[in-house]
């Protein structure tokens, strides 16, 4: 889990002090404009696309054609779009009933993963097969990662044929239980005196947030801890530092060449969390240049990992494209001082705590 005890507890105090009082920022303002600004219609976007993937894939088995496997093919890219972009918030719901890890099983270091999912192809496990019993299974056999093999790994060309039923019935299978975990997420997000209600209304008697700065705290949590994942994690888990020690196959998505897709929608998210909480507006004025440099910055990164398409060892393998690759991270690493440092700094803060540190 984040840790949140590296910030000092100052935040309501500068919030209030550091502009004119008609111009006064509450936390609990800047997290109600990031839930309602960014968190539900994100999740929002994520079911409708999940949905829309199910019923191409049904579509699919129903009646199997290169036409139709192309279409569901399709909906697998959008709705990667669409989760790259809500996956910044890995708190809350999602975290709840290995959500999170059902909806994508990744990094798969030892490709324990990727053998179950071969496991199940070539055994026709009929239990697989059913979304409600999928979700009792291995995590790593339900999601995005799962449903990328079914559509893009050997033998998906069987697909578009009906030689082999089985595989597009657990694909389709896959596409039900990511379906009803973004369904089961989005209602989450919108219950009264749910998750949002504790994040949003922090106080002595909040078992989560006892106070703005814990709440607020979460908030600048995501940006730092996502920039630090999408660059350490997604981008040098593939990038090398020279071409010889790149590892394209441990790119993400690398098999339906949406890598670069889900790098964008990362940096986009975020870019649009911190646009939608208006947190810039409690700096101070002579500051207020972080905001705005921050958010060109992450347009730039996500306009250079936009241009990259197609697959990713031929990416890297062309010195343009990787040099967009390149300034993605320099990107990341220049909003990393931007808000890790430098805006913490401004509203008395000290970011010292990663997500990915352990617990």
């Keep these: 889990m984040p840790k949140r005890s590296a910030f000092a507890?100052?935040?309501?105090?500068?919030?209030?002090?550091?502009?004119?009082?008609?111009?006064?920022?509450?936390a609990s303002d800047v997290i109600q404009r990031a839930i309602d600004g960014f968190v539900r219609p994100a999740y929002a976007r994520l079911h409708d696309h999940a949905d829309s993937l199910t019923e191409a894939m049904h579509a699919l088995c129903q009646s199997p054609s290169q036409e139709d496997l192309d279409a569901a093919r399709a909906e697998f890219s959008a709705t990667v779009d669409a989760w790259s972009v809500a996956e910044i918030i890995r708190f809350g719901p999602i975290?709840?009933?290995?959500?999170?890890?059902?909806m994508l099983f990744w990094p798969d270091r030892k490709s324990i993963g990727l053998k179950q999912v071969q496991a199940a192809l070539a055994n026709k496990d009929p239990a697989a097969a059913n979304p409600?019993?999928?979700?009792?299974?291995?995590?790593?056999?339900?999601?995005?990662?799962?449903?990328?093999?079914?559509?893009?790994?050997?033998?998906?060309?069987?697909?578009?044929?009906?030689?082999?039923?089985?595989r597009c019935a657990y694909g389709a299978a896959i596409a039900g239980n990511v379906e009803a975990i973004a369904a089961d997420v989005s209602d989450a997000w919108n219950k009264p005196g749910g998750f949002a209600a504790l994040w949003a209304n922090p106080g002595p008697q909040n078992a989560l947030y006892r106070d703005g700065t814990?709440?607020?705290?979460?908030?600048?949590?995501?940006?730092?801890?996502e920039l630090e994942m999408v660059r350490d994690v997604r981008l040098k888990g593939f990038l090398?530092?020279?071409?010889?020690?790149?590892?394209?196959?441990?790119?993400?998505?690398?098999?339906?060449?949406?890598?670069?897709?889900?790098?964008?929608?990362?940096?986009?998210?975020m870019d649009a969390l911190f646009q939608a909480s208006q947190l810039g507006d409690?700096?101070?004025?002579?500051?207020?240049?972080?905001?705005?440099?921050?958010?060109?910055?992450?347009a730039n990164g996500a306009e250079a990992a936009k241009a990259i398409r197609g697959p990713i060892d031929k990416a890297l393998a062309d010195p343009a494209l990787r040099q967009k690759l390149d300034y993605f991270s320099l990107v990341t690493s220049s909003l990393t001082t931007l808000i890790g440092t430098r805006l913490t700094a401004e509203f008395g803060l000290s970011a010292g705590f990663s997500s990915l540190d352990g617990d």
């Design 132 to 166: 409600v019993q999928l979700a009792g299974k291995s995590v790593a056999m339900q999601g995005l990662g799962a449903l990328e093999f079914v559509l893009y790994g050997d033998g998906a060309e069987t697909l578009a044929g009906k030689d082999d039923p089985y």
């Design 9 to 26: 507890l100052a935040l309501p105090l500068v919030l209030a002090a550091a502009l004119p009082a008609s111009a006064v920022v509450k």
């Design 214 to 225: 814990e709440a607020v705290t979460e908030l600048v949590g995501v940006l730092i801890n």
């Design 282 to 298: 409690a700096l101070s004025p002579d500051a207020r240049w972080m905001a705005e440099s921050a958010h060109i910055q992450f």
């Design 95 to 102: 975290a709840e009933e290995n959500r999170l890890e059902r």
């Design 240 to 269: 090398g530092a020279s071409p010889g020690a790149d590892k394209p196959k441990q790119a993400i998505y690398w098999r339906s060449q949406n890598t670069a897709r889900s790098l964008t929608g990362n940096l986009s998210g």
